[in-house]
């Protein structure tokens, strides 16, 4: 796959807001500060944002697990081993995502439960400095074609 394809298939992921969105602290100024069936609905709002959030980051994965697959396969040793760790990274980013994606419905359901989606934050950074990486190694002119990822 063409490199320009792949960037216009990756989703642009705002990690700042999602964050926000289940940043523990947050909810709990809300829980404090609003009546129990608004800050209900409001959290079921805030989750299911975070839920698309954690969409994007899941096809992202795949996309940049595609690449890594390929990058795998070049005779430059550095461009292999940078492939080698793309994919490592985007298959524990898709488990991830699907783990978080779980505890963002129960959240939803019940408006609280699970606080730690902001490991993803941090898987999705690490695979994203991976994939700018391999993209430095493979193409120096193209160094920030991942850079709209998150």
């Known amino acids: 796959m063409d490199s320009s394809k792949v960037t216009d298939r990756l989703r642009v992921v705002d990690l700042e807001a999602f964050r926000n969105l289940v940043d523990p602290v947050e909810e709990q100024y809300l829980r404090d500060h609003l009546p129990p069936r608004e800050f209900r609905a409001i959290q079921r709002q805030r989750m299911r944002a975070a839920l698309d959030y954690v969409a994007g980051v899941s096809h992202n994965a795949a996309i940049l697990l595609q690449v890594g697959h390929r990058a795998r396969t070049s005779t430059d040793p550095r461009v292999a081993e940078a492939g080698r760790q793309l994919v490592d990274e985007a298959v524990r980013l898709r488990l991830y995502s699907i783990v978080a994606g779980a505890k963002l419905c129960t959240r939803i359901a019940f408006a609280g439960g699970g606080r730690d989606s902001l490991g993803l934050v941090e898987s999705y950074q690490t695979m994203s400095h991976r994939a700018a990486l ?7 002119a193209k160094a920030g074609l991942f850079s709209r990822i998150g």
């Open 134 to 140: 391999l993209g430095r190694l493979q193409d120096p």
